[in-house]
Structure formats: structure tokens, C-alpha cells
């Protein structure tokens, strides 16, 4: 034991404080002696309390047991994890009860998976960590973070030496200084023959149709046959059976870029004998310049043959294509320059493929242009799709004042087989209708199976969240019985006063026969019209085709659920009626003063479909009402186009004779092309572990008002991220971001600055695979390195890790609050010494005070002895047969115990008696002084200690 101070300047503070306290010994005089070193003594040992306290006391004390922390390298690299489990438990099954083991996982990243603790087990090693790279220094570095100050501390490495971040070196070192200790275990490679990609070199920027050389680098510790494959995307390109040698190989492609855009590349080798399939890989891209392409999809054949011969005539290449035709994935996107949708309903596209539209044109710039029609808009069912999110303009009129009262009824089938996905697309596009319609409107809700369940009767719509509420909990359970659901829902309906009564109909099966033409004759002579949903094949489609045939309403195949909610919009929208505003009018300029300036009166209009502009969206043609006939806005880094009127000439004939028309629409359409030629911005790329570190320049004149560059990051799996750039100097940007997988990155730029934000280019980064997965090398070199580094040894089993030969250690245990707490307990003393006086009168009431209590004593004590005496009597006389003399028993007694005799003379002396034995012949007590003297002396010492108490006090 020991003791320390973490403070020990501190100590010099006992200096004054005991010169303080002597000064104060030598001039105090107002306290007798005894209280004067009583108070002495607690104030100095007070103060030094107080002082040891601020000083951080502490009280030392050996450590015997250790802290091990094994540090598991889980990276790709390492392929006997199951052994290293194994290794672990045995040697913790071995250590000390009191030694602590704690066990780390080191990837890409380090997580702890097993915290500090004595007991003999180790947890299974299950931490998802990133096994594409090895950051050593990181785990090291989270183990000196778990490690008590006071520890015998040890950190074991297990690792194969394969470094691909960092510096373990260094953070051992550091442990080191701390006086932990870094000790290795080496772990095997897998050996055996190994063929890796290298490389492959693509073309930068490259023109459509040329002919362009892609070349492929391959190493191979062993010569073996291989297969080597190109694809530009996921499309095939090229396949050649190869002879791989040891060492380098170069192998060429011939390729002519048949699309434009960025265009990804990847080479695979398939070898016959091979180690690690990982490295077999490698990645290129290249921007490809070409004829911008306008993709125009038609809802019915023949509605898109005003605009494409329109954009053909100005040189523009346009693709014609039907919904059915769209492509899934994103990356089918790029090629287009823009996209136009002419008066297509919503429900004939999946929203997948709406969502890859509206992130084509977010992240991709991809332009985005929509034309009306009797199929477009809120009319088509577009309300709350991702499209909608595109557009400039919201689907819904949000004037409700201008549509007319509806009555809505919705009668959904809740049967066992709508059960999943069907039933809630359903609920889903109930709730959808309930946020199409107005509080004047009124909504019912049928549900049914083999019964009828009103999941509420129709009331006006002003509670939305307790109806959708409502409509969430609908179950699916039991058969199918059309009939009588729709004619329970004609009974209601029919009384309801609205200017517009409209039953929508959802179901997937069968039912039983019912006078159904009868019903709907009943419907139609009350104004009220049906509309029939069928889910998939197996729906009743003849009986629900009829019902909406004889109710005047309008019927659908649903083969896709998804398609479900669009319906229900659609309908909603269709059943107001209000959405067409079919009189004609002359469209008027309200903004786009880059589009024909000089042109001053368009053609007049027919009609359109009425919508409302979003907030931050440019109204360039306007209705008198207004609403917005031609509207545009940025969305993300595309930009996107709304024409609420028609394009096949039933609405918009004037329009289409218009001798300006090509040129418009031409105008229109390559507005919204990507925005990438003339940035002048020059992206680098260097790739460190698994982070990409990007450089941008451009002309410092350019970019001076720019203050950053946003890339948004779009990998190969369509997932994308957004990176900053922060400036450096003038026209240079710097970032990074992390690369998760190997692959190509598409870059789109853009900058931001006082004047807003501009589209700039797409770049692209081609990200190899990670070093993990490289040529298998042995480690021993960094190894050994980390271990001298780290004061280790390079251990060859796990039976070392708790070796009794670390660093002695002391644990500390601090006393400053027990020191503080002791103090404040004596300063009560000392302010009793100080404050309680006892006078010699007190101390004569306390003496006469026991002597009062020994003369009670001399009585209990005379008592005890008489009866003691008459005992023995009693004895003597019962054993004697005579009676005893109380004179001789007494003496007989003195005899035999003289203390007791002698004892008993004292406690019998009163104080009178011994005044008496003491007084002087003349009857004066010895060396007693008249009482007045006395008295008179008593004052005048008194009198003379209060002057010197004021002269002290002065």
C-alpha cells in the first residue's frame, strides 16, 4: 500500500496554514490551556485535511489480475473463423477467475463483440461487420478504449497480416505508451493457384456507333484456362475462351456503344483453377454522345402522332413505346434524353417503373414531359404517384368550390382469397379516395364476403383520419355474395342529396346469381352510375364487364394489385365530372419568356384537364380560370413539363395546324434535356480502403460564386447517396464518400451558390474490388512489426494470452470525498470546544454532585454488609447449635478481611468528619483563608483577565 497525490502542488498550501496556526498559538490568550490545545490540534488536522483533499489524495494498491482484449481479424482474407472460435474458448477456459477477456471483430470497421468480463466463455463472434477491407488500427484502437486505466493490460491480435487501411503499427505503438501490451497470433492464408483481374480500360468519352478497344488485364500465379466475358450493363457483349499464364496477361475487346449516356462496363473471368472467386472481376464506364433521344410512350395507339412527327421534323430521334414496353430498371433510363407521357392512364404502369421514372429525371436529369387527354391527370388515376411527385402540377383541383357535390360508395371485397397484398391495395386506395374528395362530398364504404359489413354508411367527408382509420382495419375473411352487397349499397346511396351518385365495385372471384340487369335499370333511371374492378383472372370478368356496361360506367382488369389504387383515383376523379373543362379559350402568357418571346397570341383551345400548380413550379400557359395549360419546374437535376390539353387533336385542333407547332414542341422538349455540356468541371477519383475521395476543378472565374458541389452517388444497385464537396480554393472541390461494394459509381454534379443551384455534368467513378481479395501474400512482415512495436511477441498458440509477464501495475483508490467527509465531522468539534466554557463553579457542582452519589453508596453498602452479617449467624448457629456473640462475629470478620474493615472506616467518614480530622487547633481548617479574601481575590482575577481580553481585542 501506498499513497499518491494527483495534485501534490497542492501540499504547499500546509505551509501557510501552519505558520497561520503558530501565529495564532503564540498571540491567543483567552482560552485556558487544555481548550487551547484541543482546538489546536482539530483546526491543524482539519486544514490538512482539507489540503490532502485538494490534492487528490489517493491510496495505491498492487494489481494482480489482467485485462486481455483479442482482437479478431474477420475480414474476407481470413478463412478459418470456425478455428479461431475454437482457439478463443480454450484459451479462456484457462485463465485466472479474476482475469477480465473482452473480444473485438475488425473489418472495414471494428465492433465489440463481447465486453469485459470474468467469466470463462467466450460469445459466438456474430457482428456484421464489413469483411471487404481490414482496418487493424481501428480495432486496436477501440481495445485501448475498453481497457481500465489501472489494468495489467494485454491485446491480442489475431490477424493473417493483410492490411488494407490504416496503421496497426502506429496504434500499437500508442498502446504501448500506455503500457498496455500488443501481442500476434499469425493465421494461414489459403493457399493454392490464383487468377485476378487486374484492370480494365475503357474509353473515357466515346461517340454512338464507334468502334472502340476495351482492354482487359488478368494476373495468375498458375497457368490454367479460363472464360473472359464483357457486358455494358447486364447486356452480354463479348465471351472468349482464353489460356491465362502465370503472371500478366492482356487481353482485347472490340465494342461500338449502340446507346448514349453513361454506360457501364464489367469484365468476369470464370478460370479453371482458381482460390478466391472475388478478384475475378473488374469495372469501366464511359460517357457516349450521341443524337439526344425522346422516348414517347401512348396510352392508345396513334395518340402520340402529332407530337413524334413534330420532334422528327425539328432532327430530333424519338422511340415510340407502349406502357406494357416500359423498362424496370433505371439504368434503362440513362439512354433517353427525355421522357413524354401522352394521355396514359396510371394504371396501365406499375409503380415500380413509375418510381424509376421519377428518379431518372431526380438523379439522373432525365427531362419528364406529360400530356392531357381523357386519360391524363387526375383523370388517368395519377393522383399521389410518383409521377405526381415529378410534375410541376398536383392532380387534384385544390378549389373545391368548383366541383360538384358526389356521392361515392365503394363496395370491396373482403373475401379469404383477397387476403395479403390484394386486400390492402384495396384499403390503400379507399383511403386514396377519401383524399380526393371535399367535405361537401359523401363516402361510403362496403365491405363483403359472405355477409355485408359497413365499414361506415355514407356521411359527409370532414373526419378523413377516422374514416381512413377506419378503412385500414378492414379483414379478409370468408366467400364471395356480390348481390346483395350492391344492392345494400344502391339502398343507400340513392337517398343521399348530391348532384352526383357514383358505386365503384373490387373483386377477385365468383358469386352466386342475382337480378343484377334489374338493379342497374334501377341505378341508371336514379342517376346513378357503377364502375367495375376486376382483380386478376379469376374474377367474374363477364358479370363485372356487364354491370359496368349497364351501369354507364367504365371497367377494369386489374392483372396487376398495384394497379388497384390509380383505379380508385381515376374513378374518384372521372365520377366529379369537374376534372374536363371543355370550354373554349385562348391560352395566355404568364412566364416561360425564353419560350417564343416574340409570340404574342397562341391558338385557342378546346378544353383540358384541370390540375393545380405546385408552389415553386413556373405557370408559362394559363386558363381563365387561371389554371396552369403549360407549367415547368426543376425537379432535382431534371427538369419536368405539364400540358394539361391533348395532343391527337380532339381538344387541341387549332394547336396541331399550327404552323409553329414543330418548332414548340421542339422547344419544349429539349428544355428538359440533361444539362451536362458546358460546366467545364474536371472530376478525379482516388480510392483508399473503401472510401472514394473525389477532386473536383473548373475555372476559377466559373465557379467563384460557387461555395460547394453536390454529387448525388448512384451505384449499379440503383442506391444512391448525396456527397458535398466543400471548396478549397477558387474552382477546386474536395469530398469523399464510402463505396460499400465494388462497382461502377455514376456522379451526377451540381452547384450550389448565392445564385442557386445548377445541374453541372454525370461523371462516373469505377470502384475495383477490395485489396482483401488481391494477391494471397504471407503477413509475416507487418506482424512482426506490430508486435516489437507493441512490446509483444509473436505467440504460436492462445494458451500465452494470460502469461504472467506484463508490466506491474497499481490500482488507485481516491480518498479526496472521505478526506472532505472527515473534516466537515471535526468542524462541529471544533465549535464545541469554542463555544462550550465550564467555569471552576462547575466543576465544584460536578464534585459535590458524585460526592452525593458515593455517600448513596456508603448506605447501599452498610445494608449489604448487616444482612451479610445476619447470614452468618444464621449459618454458624444452624451448624454450631449455639447462638452467636454479634461482638465476636465482628471481630472475627475485621480479622479475616482487613480491606473490607478498612473499606468500610472510609465510606463511613462523612466530610464533616474529615473537615474535623484536618482543623487546626484553633479550630481553623488547615491552610483555609477567611471567606471574604477569598472572594475579594477571585474578583480581581476576573477584572484583570477582561482587561487583557480587550487589549487583545483592540
Known amino acids: ?41 482539530s483546526r491543524i488536522l482539519i486544514f490538512v485535511l482539507l489540503v490532502f483533499s485538494l490534492a487528490r ?18 475480414s474476407a482474407s481470413v478463412q478459418n473463423q470456425e478455428q479461431v472460435q475454437n482457439l478463443l474458448r480454450q484459451a479462456v477456459a484457462g485463465k485466472n477467475p479474476d482475469d477480465q477477456v473482452a473480444v473485438i471483430s475488425v473489418g472495414a470497421e471494428s465492433m465489440v463483440e463481447q465486453m469485459l468480463t470474468t467469466a470463462r466463455e467466450v460469445a459466438p463472434m456474430s457482428a456484421a461487420v464489413n469483411r471487404n477491407a481490414t482496418d487493424l488500427a481501428d480495432g486496436l484502437r477501440l481495445a485501448g478504449g475498453l481497457m481500465p486505466a489501472e489494468a495489467k493490460g494485454r491485446v491480442v491480435l489475431i490477424t493473417d497480416g493483410k492490411e488494407t487501411q ?13 503500457g498496455i501490451r500488443v501481442d500476434v497470433i499469425a493465421l494461414r492464408q489459403k493457399g493454392g493457384p490464383e487468377v485476378w483481374v487486374t484492370d480494365l480500360q475503357v474509353p473515357r468519352r466515346m461517340y454512338a456507333n464507334e468502334q472502340a478497344a476495351l482492354k482487359v488485364n488478368v494476373n495468375a500465379t498458375a497457368d490454367t484456362g479460363a472464360v473472359l466475358r464483357l457486358y455494358e450493363g447486364n447486356r452480354l457483349l463479348s465471351e472468349q475462351r482464353v489460356r491465362v499464364h502465370q503472371g500478366e496477361n492482356v487481353y482485347s475487346f472490340s465494342s461500338a456503344a449502340q446507346q448514349t449516356g453513361f454506360l457501364r462496363y464489367r469484365a468476369e473471368i470464370q478460370p479453371e483453377r482458381d482460390t478466391l472467386p472475388n478478384n475475378n472481376q473488374a469495372y469501366g464506364f464511359s460517357q457516349v454522345k450521341g443524337k439526344p433521344v425522346v422516348l414517347v410512350v ?46 396514359m392512364p396510371a394504371y396501365l404502369v406499375p409503380e415500380a417503373k413509375m418510381d424509376a421514372i421519377r428518379m431518372a429525371v431526380r438523379d439522373l436529369g432525365v427531362g419528364l414531359v406529360m400530356s392531357g387527354g381523357e386519360n391524363g391527370y387526375g383523370l388517368g388515376g395519377w393522383f399521389q404517384t410518383p409521377i405526381e411527385e415529378a410534375l410541376p402540377v398536383h392532380m387534384d383541383i385544390r378549389d373545391k368550390k368548383r366541383m360538384p357535390s358526389l356521392g361515392l360508395m365503394l363496395v370491396i371485397d373482403k373475401s379469404g382469397s383477397m387476403s395479403g397484398e390484394k386486400i390492402n391495395l384495396a384499403k390503400e386506395a379507399a383511403i386514396r379516395a377519401t383524399e380526393m374528395l371535399s367535405p361537401q362530398d359523401q363516402l361510403g364504404v362496403l365491405a363483403f364476403d359472405d355477409g355485408n359489413d359497413w365499414i361506415f354508411k355514407p356521411q359527409p367527408v370532414k373526419n378523413r383520419r377516422e374514416m381512413q382509420g377506419a378503412i385500414g382495419g378492414i379483414p379478409a375473411d370468408g366467400g364471395t355474395n356480390i348481390f346483395p352487397a350492391l344492392a345494400d349499397a344502391y339502398e343507400e346511396i340513392r337517398k343521399l342529396k348530391v348532384k352526383r351518385k357514383h358505386i365503384i365495385l373490387l373483386t377477385d372471384g365468383q358469386s352466386p346469381g342475382g337480378q343484377y340487369q334489374e338493379l342497374t335499370e334501377k341505378m341508371s333511371k336514379e342517376g346513378i352510375t357503377l364502375s367495375t374492378v376486376a382483380v386478376g383472372a379469376d374474377a367474374d370478368q363477364g358479370l363485372l364487364e356487364a354491370l359496368a356496361q349497364w351501369g354507364k360506367g367504365r371497367y377494369y382488369l386489374a392483372d396487376q394489385a398495384d394497379s388497384i389504387p390509380t383505379i380508385f383515383s381515376k374513378e374518384t376523379a372521372m365520377a366529379t365530372r369537374s376534372y374536363i373543362v371543355d370550354a373554349p379559350f385562348v391560352p395566355k402568357w404568364t412566364g416561360g419568356s425564353d419560350w417564343f418571346a416574340s409570340v404574342k397570341k397562341v391558338p385557342p383551345l378546346a378544353a383540358y384537364v384541370a390540375t393545380t400548380p405546385k408552389q415553386t413550379a413556373e405557370t408559362v400557359l394559363a386558363s381563365p380560370y387561371p389554371d396552369p395549360v403549360l407549367a415547368r419546374w426543376q425537379y432535382g437535376l431534371g427538369r419536368a413539363v405539364a400540358w394539361t390539353s391533348d395532343l391527337n387533336g380532339k381538344w387541341s385542333r387549332a394547336w396541331v395546324e399550327w404552323e409553329r407547332f414543330s418548332s414548340f414542341w421542339n422547344q419544349v422538349v429539349s428544355w428538359t434535356f440533361p444539362q451536362f455540356e458546358t460546366s467545364g468541371l474536371h472530376v478525379d477519383s482516388r480510392l483508399e480502403g473503401n472510401t472514394v475521395h473525389l477532386e473536383a476543378k473548373g475555372s476559377p472565374d466559373a465557379f467563384a460564386s460557387v461555395d460547394q458541389l453536390e454529387m448525388t452517388v448512384i451505384d449499379d444497385q440503383l442506391k444512391n447517396q448525396k456527397v458535398i464537396l466543400q471548396a478549397t480554393a477558387p474552382g477546386q472541390f474536395t469530398g469523399s464518400f464510402p ?20 445541374a453541372l455534368g454525370t461523371y462516373g467513378v469505377a470502384v475495383p474490388y477490395s485489396p482483401e481479395y488481391g494477391l494471397l501474400t504471407e503477413g ?31 490500482g488507485r483508490q481516491d480518498l479526496s470525498l472521505w478526506l472532505l467527509f472527515i473534516a466537515a465531522l471535526l468542524w462541529p468539534v471544533d465549535i464545541a470546544v469554542r463555544r462550550i466554557s465550564v467555569s471552576r463553579e462547575d466543576w465544584d457542582l460536578l464534585k459535590k454532585g458524585l460526592n452525593l452519589s458515593r455517600s448513596s453508596s456508603l448506605s447501599a453498602y452498610t445494608e449489604r454488609l448487616g444482612n451479610l452479617q445476619q447470614k452468618t449467624r444464621e449459618v454458624v448457629q444452624q451448624r454450631t447449635g449455639q447462638k452467636v456473640d454479634p461482638a465476636k462475629l465482628s471481630k472475627a470478620l475485621k480479622k479475616a478481611h482487613p480491606e473490607n474493615t478498612v473499606r468500610s472506616s472510609r465510606l463511613s467518614e462523612t466530610p464533616a468528619d474529615k ?34 481580553r480587550e487589549q487583545h481585542l483592540r
Open 780 to 810: 509475416t512482415g507487418l506482424i512482426r512489426r506490430m508486435a516489437d512495436a507493441g512490446g509483444g511477441a509473436v505467440l504460436t498458440t492462445l494458451s500465452h494470452a494470460f502469461a504472467d509477464n506484463l508490466d506491474s501495475k497499481w
Open 166 to 178: 490504416g496503421s496497426a503499427e502506429a496504434e500499437a505503438r500508442a498502446l504501448r505508451e500506455r
Open 298 to 343: 401512348e396510352g392508345q395507339e396513334g395518340e402520340a402522332d402529332n407530337l413524334i412527327s413534330a420532334l422528327t421534323a425539328t432532327g430530333m430521334e424519338v422511340e415510340r413505346m407502349t406502357p406494357a414496353a416500359l423498362p424496370w430498371s433505371l439504368e434503362d433510363y440513362k439512354r433517353f434524353s427525355s421522357i413524354v407521357l401522352v394521355n
Open 739 to 758: 463505396a460499400g461494394r465494388p462497382g461502377t459509381y455514376l456522379l451526377q454534379a451540381s452547384a450550389k451558390g448565392k445564385s442557386g443551384q445548377r
Open 915 to 948: 473537615r474535623a480530622s484536618s482543623a487546626s487547633p484553633g479550630g481553623e481548617t488547615a491552610g483555609s483563608k477567611p471567606s471574604s479574601a477569598s472572594d475579594e481575590t477571585h474578583l480581581s482575577r476576573l477584572l484583570a483577565a477582561k482587561r487583557k
Open 57 to 74: 489524495t489517493h491510496l495505491l494498491f498492487p494489481v494482480h489480475h489482467q485485462s486481455v482484449v483479442f482482437v479478431v481479424d474477420r
Open 1 to 41: 500500500m501506498a499513497i499518491s497525490w494527483a495534485n501534490p502542488w497542492m501540499l504547499l498550501l500546509l505551509l501557510p496554514i501552519v505558520w497561520g496556526m503558530w501565529i495564532w498559538w503564540k498571540r491567543e490568550e483567552r482560552f485556558e490551556p487544555v481548550k487551547k490545545r484541543l482546538i489546536f490540534g
